[in-house]
């Protein structure tokens, strides 16, 4: 006659109800600890950003945003910033958070053709196609040459033809960066 093994092997031992509770006290502790952290630390440090705009600068609407300004920053990232010549197209002094992709770092040259062909770094960018609106004086837009990316600066570009950007106002300095963006 077969036997039948028992479910639970012989040196198993069962967990009294003190242990149980004891277990059940400390992962409640621990977990509270954890979901306390979490629950303070993610809506300090990320956000959605939505890009309000009819024609956007980026081919994307909607990012998510690590708000803490980079240590370091490299050529293609998506970066939220903050920067004054971006708040002359809104009424009054409203502060814009712009999302754009790092083009230039210091060192990076710009070239503006007199034909409205902006180049960075020996590469074609596109073209100033805001021109006509962009002669109004307030906005002091840079006249076609060469430029160098100083230190302490990073020039921020979209990708689209109506985006207004570094090609119209110049670089943006670092300390007006406001954290790294990804795509959603």
Request: net charge positive; hydrophobic share 40%.
């Amino acid at each position: 006659m077969a036997t039948q093994a028992s479910p639970h092997p012989a040196n198993v031992h069962k967990l009294s109800r003190k242990a149980k509770v004891g277990i059940g006290v400390w992962a409640l502790l621990i977990f509270g600890a954890f979901a306390q952290t979490v629950r303070s630390d993610i809506p300090m440090h990320y956000g959605i950003s939505i890009d309000p705009q009819y024609e956007s600068c980026l081919p994307w609407s909607n990012f998510l945003v690590h708000y803490e300004q980079p240590k370091t920053l490299h050529v293609g990232e998506l970066v939220l910033f903050h920067y004054h010549k971006e708040d002359v197209i809104t009424k009054g002094d409203k502060r814009i958070l712009v999302v754009k992709y790092v083009a230039a770092l210091p060192g990076g040259t710009i070239r503006i053709q007199k034909d409205g062909s902006v180049w960075i770094d020996g590469k074609y960018w596109g073209k100033r196609w805001l021109i006509p609106w962009a002669q109004m004086k307030h906005l002091k837009i840079l006249k076609p040459g060469t430029y160098t990316v100083q230190k302490g600066h990073v020039l921020m570009m979209g990708t689209t033809s109506g985006s207004y950007d570094g090609r119209y106002w110049g670089t943006v300095p670092d300390q007006n960066i406001l954290g790294r963006a990804w795509v959603l």
